[in-house]
Every structure is written in C-alpha cells, then in structure tokens.
Nanobody, 124 residues
Framework: QVHLVESGGGLVQAGGSLRLSCLVS????????MGWFRQAPGKERAFVAT????????DYADPVKGRFTISRDNAMNTVYLQMDRLEPEDAAVYYC?????????????????WGQGTQVTVSS
C-alpha cells in the first residue's frame, strides 16, 4: 500500500512563497510519476503540476507556469512544490498524487494514490 503525506501548507500574504512537501512510503517511488492538484471551495479538483519518475518531464497548469516549480528527491521519496508569487486565487487544499506509470500526466484519473491534502491560504 502506498501512503502519501503532504506538509508545508499555511497562511501567506499575496506575493509570498511556500514550499509543499509530499513524503511517499510503500510502492517504488523512483518508478512512478507524481503530481500536485488543488481544490478550492466550490470548485473541482484541478491539475497543478506533474513530474516524471526520473524528473526530466515537467508539466504545469497555465495559471501557475513561471511561479510554481515541481521537483523530486528520489533518495528521500519526496516530491516538492515550490510556490512563489502566490496570489489569492492560489488558495486551496493541495494534494499530491502517485501515478502508476513513469511518465507525467495531467488527468487525475491517471493517479492511483492520493494524500490527505494540505491547506494553502493566501491573504490579499
């Protein structure tokens, strides 16, 4: 069984930064792509970023391109989301997800395991 635990969320002022972490246990982390998604109140869960198993394929949703950076440390079984220049519209619960395959994908249906989420609040 694969278990994901996110951390690093919190309250930040607009223009500030946060770094989310997701520690994965179980499974074979180095063979699987990872993704970050977010869900704001009253909205559907949305793709944010994804990274392939080896870290060479990166993809970002348009609203976060140039502000967010996804990365992974395969030795630590951890994936990160560095979020800079945060905007009030970025406020949401952020989830990391573990894909069965190695290549990066945007669709949430491609991901088999999910964390419990971490809250990000951005004040204007």
């Amino acid at each position: 069984q694969v278990h994901l635990v996110e951390s690093g969320g919190g309250l930040v002022q607009a223009g500030g930064s946060l770094r989310l972490s997701c520690l994965v246990s179980g499974g074979t982390f180095t063979r699987h792509a990872m993704g970050w998604f977010r869900q704001a109140p009253g909205k559907e869960r949305a793709f944010v970023a994804t990274i392939s198993a080896g870290g060479s394929q990166l993809d970002y949703a348009d609203p976060v391109k140039g502000r967010f950076t996804i990365s992974r440390d395969n030795a630590m079984n951890t994936v990160y989301l560095q979020m800079d220049r945060l905007e009030p519209e970025d406020a949401a619960v952020y989830y990391c997800a573990y894909r069965r395959g190695w290549s990066s994908r945007r669709a949430s249906s491609e991901y088999a395991y999910w964390g419990q989420g971490t809250q990000v609040t951005v004040s204007s």
